[in-house]
Nanobody
Framework: VQLVEAGGGLVQAGGSLRLSCACSGRTFRDDARGWFRQAPGKEREFVAVISWSGTTTRYTDPVKGRFTISRDNAKNTVYLQMNSLKPEDTAVYYC???????????????????WGQGTQVTVSS
């Protein structure tokens, strides 16, 4: 299984970025795909998750209304559209894959079995 993130970079506060995560070697129909982030000196934290069908999504409170998670199962790719970015969004962003209900309901890193290498997002003030 391989998860490869792309789309990170440097952006000014108020700007937007779109992250993508292409997956190979994992096509379970109960897959949940999540995004986590880790800032320097902090623990990895949940950002968003989407069910295989796309009908269930969850977000951490600080990003609600600004970030949107989506997926294209034909491409086995998940996206994170990030708008109105703030300096506190600066972190390495990781995508992850986990088994359906457990991953969606737990929202913790331990619920996900496969991880990408991460992509840096830096928001300047």
């Amino acid at each position: 299984v391989q998860l490869v993130e792309a789309g990170g970079g440097l952006v000014q506060a108020g700007g937007s970025l779109r992250l993508s995560c292409a997956c190979s070697g994992r096509t379970f129909r109960d897959d949940a795909r999540g995004w986590f982030r880790q800032a320097p000196g902090k623990e990895r934290e949940f950002v968003a998750v989407i069910s295989w069908s796309g009908t269930t999504t969850r977000y951490t409170d600080p990003v609600k209304g600004r970030f949107t998670i989506s997926r294209d199962n034909a491409k086995n790719t998940v996206y994170l559209q990030m708008n109105s970015l703030k300096p506190e969004d600066t972190a390495v962003y990781y995508c992850a894959a986990g088994s359906g209900k457990y991953a969606i309901n737990s929202l913790v890193p331990g619920a996900y079995s496969d991880w990408g290498q991460g992509t840096q997002v830096t928001v300047s003030s």
